[in-house]
T-cell receptor, first 117, second 117 residues
Framework: AQSVTQLDSHVSVSEGTPVLLRCNYSSSYSPSLFWYVQHPNKGLQLLLK??????LVKGINGFEAEFKKSETSFHLTKPSAHMSDAAEYFCVVTKSPGQTGANNLFFGTGTRLTVIP | GAGVSQSPSNKVTEKGKDVELRCDPISGHTALYWYRQSLGQGLEFLIYFQGNSAPDKSGLPSDRFSAERTGGSVSTLTIQRTQQEDSAVYLC???????????????FGAGSRLTVL
């Protein structure tokens, strides 16, 4: 079975300090993994994706994530938080690609990032 | 259009009334998803359409909820006899034909906020 766990429902950082949003997954095969961001009253926007190429994935707005198979993790990081990073972040894992016609995405419950001036 | 368009952006209705929410996906995208996001919650999968395949309705919470997709393009989510617990933001997303890796990248609309009084 596949699932995804976002360990923190809320993370608060000061502006200019590093950001770490944690995501762990379970999968019986090699999944694809994504991070999406949702700003207030907006739809979700893709930040970055991992699809079995390089394990360190760089995304938009200075974010990056590292796929660690041994730890079944895909944590999202950014060296220096900006006020505009305040948003909800969702980690997503694909189910097995064999389930044609069925929904194949698991969404985490989300992590709300607050950036303190 | 360039993005996923949803209408109405806001809908206030009385308990017991029926509502229809519309999603216009990106042209050429064969996959279409509906999600529900209640206040402060993660995304709840509702229904998935992929091309001409039978839709995956496994996420619909009750038989008051239904959705259709006409001509493989526009989709309508219908909620009959609305209840207060149906109040939420309903998000639509579309993606191109599923790749062999199952790595769908979703483009989300801005959502339809439903308030049931």
């Amino acid at each position: 079975a596949q699932s995804v766990t976002q360990l923190d429902s809320h993370v608060s950082v000061s502006e200019g300090t590093p950001v770490l949003l944690r995501c762990n997954y379970s999968s019986s095969y090699s999944p694809s993994l994504f991070w999406y961001v949702q700003h207030p009253n907006k739809g979700l926007q893709l930040l970055l994706k991992y699809t079995s190429a390089a394990t360190l994935v760089k995304g938009i707005n200075g974010f990056e994530a590292e796929f660690k198979k041994s730890e079944t993790s895909f944590h999202l990081t950014k060296p220096s938080a900006h006020m505009s990073d305040a948003a909800e972040y969702f980690c997503v894992v694909t189910k097995s690609p064999g389930q044609t016609g069925a929904n194949n995405l698991f969404f985490g419950t989300g992590t709300r990032l607050t950036v303190i001036p | 259009g360039a993005g996923v368009s949803q209408s109405p952006s806001n809908k206030v209705t009385e308990k017991g009334k029926d509502v229809e929410l519309r999603c216009d996906p990106i042209s050429g995208h064969t996959a279409l998803y509906w999600y529900r996001q209640s206040l402060g919650q993660g995304l709840e999968f509702l229904i998935y359409f992929q091309g001409n395949s039978a839709p995956d309705k496994s996420g619909l919470p009750s038989d008051r909820f239904s959705a259709e997709r006409t001509g493989g393009s526009v989709s309508t989510l219908t909620i009959q006899r609305t209840q207060q617990e149906d109040s939420a933001v309903y998000l639509c997303a579309s993606s191109p034909r599923r790749s062999t890796s199952g790595a769908n990248v979703l483009t989300f609309g801005a959502g339809s906020r439903l308030t049931v009084l």
